[in-house]
């Protein structure tokens, strides 16, 4: 039996998002093991599908591998994007490779690749570090960290934060890094509002921003010295 990796749009309507070939194949599911089961209903509804017939259930039940065992495929809902990156899918990926069950990711929207993609930094290495720490010396040491990792490496690092903090995140930076780090700041991607900007740390000193309650992903390149 085979666990499908299902990911589901950053914003808009789902059709937008996936390919037909990814859509045709989560239309012929019945099970999905999801994050929230609200959204997950509305994207499956989104589909035309019958959501009252269907299973559903989230990903931190007792057994959710329990349709893969009963000899019925399985799809994992991501939140938005891609499951298992930056999202609790992985541990249910991890239980299926286990029991030797099939994973098949489908094709659809990871707002990290996105970001890499539209940045201008390094693309051939780069690390997704997720949430950089809330408590403010924790954090400050963090960036420190990332930047010379970054500078040693040439590799750029890609990191996230919860909306309502991403100003909060924002000043940290610009506080904590050298002025010819370049740093990209990528918000709302695929939506009609979408901001992909980057700039040297001195370039964001001099022109006051505010990223505001926009789900962001945040990239920094350290220049050698």
């Known amino acids: 039996m085979i666990l499908y990796a299902i990911p589901t749009p950053l914003g808009g309507a789902p059709a937008d998002a996936l390919p037909e070939s990814a859509l045709r194949q989560v239309r012929a599911l019945k099970d999905f093991a999801v994050e929230n089961a609200k959204s997950a209903r509305a994207f499956l509804g989104a589909l035309g599908m019958p959501v009252r017939e269907l299973n559903i259930f989230l990903v931190d039940e007792i057994d959710p591998l329990k349709p893969l065992r009963q000899g019925r495929p399985l799809g994992l809902l991501a939140e938005a994007g891609c499951p298992a990156i930056a999202d609790p899918g992985a541990a249910l990926i991890e239980a299926a490779q286990r029991e030797g069950f099939r994973v098949v990711p489908l094709i659809g929207p990871s707002s990290i690749t996105l970001a890499l993609m539209a940045s201008g930094?390094?693309?051939q290495r780069f690390a997704f570090c997720g949430y950089l720490p809330r408590?403010?010396?924790?954090?400050?040491?963090t960036i420190r960290e990332l930047e010379n990792r970054s500078r040693k490496g040439q590799e750029t690092q890609i990191f996230i934060e919860t909306p309502y903090r991403n100003d909060v995140?924002?000043?940290?930076?610009?506080?904590g890094l050298n002025a010819s780090t370049r740093l990209c700041i990528a918000a709302d991607l695929t939506l009609p509002t979408e901001s992909i900007q980057t700039r040297r740390v001195a370039d964001w000193r001099k022109k006051p921003f505010s990223v505001g309650k926009r789900p962001a992903v945040f990239l920094l390149l350290a220049q050698r010295r």
């Open 169 to 175: 995140l924002l000043a940290a930076l610009l506080e």
């Open 121 to 123: 930094l390094e693309g």
């Open 135 to 141: 408590e403010t010396g924790d954090r400050v040491k």
